[in-house]
């Protein structure tokens, strides 16, 4: 119980000097509203000299050759031989399977 009296305040304190500092932060009634002014604005513009400019005349490229068509090779059929899996003799375990429900033993 001594602890919760303790504790009780200083949570009440810390609590209170918090909101009390955000809204310090936040007060803008000592303050006036900043003056309007026109920005400042320039235009930047760069000029090359006519003489100094190198132009490069350019063409098109030539077309490329198409590349030859190669032969198609005879496409050979092969048979195949598919296997009935139910046919393939498989040993019986002879394991009862069925669920009659659930058996739970503790050792004592």
């Known amino acids: 119980m001594t602890r919760f009296l303790l504790a009780?305040?200083?949570a009440l304190?810390?609590?209170?000097?918090?909101f009390l500092?955000?809204?310090w932060m936040v007060d803008t009634s000592g303050k006036r509203a900043p003056e309007e002014n026109e920005g400042v604005?320039?235009?930047m513009v760069m000029v090359e000299n006519e003489q100094d400019l190198q132009r490069r005349k350019r063409t098109a490229p030539e077309k490329p050759v198409a590349p030859e068509v190669p032969e198609?090779?005879?496409v050979s059929?092969?048979?195949q031989v598919v296997t009935d899996?139910?046919?393939i003799?498989?040993?019986s375990l002879d394991l009862d399977t069925s669920i009659d429900g659930l058996a739970i033993n503790a050792r004592r």
Do not use: K, Y
């Not at 304190?13 to 918090?18: D, K």
């Open 72 to 74: 198609q090779a005879p």
């Open 21 to 23: 500092f955000m809204s």
């Open 13 to 18: 304190g810390a609590t209170l000097s918090l």
């Open 41 to 43: 604005s320039f235009n």
């Open 8 to 10: 009780l305040p200083l």
């Open 85 to 87: 899996l139910n046919m």
């Open 89 to 91: 003799d498989q040993p």
């Open 77 to 79: 059929e092969t048979e």
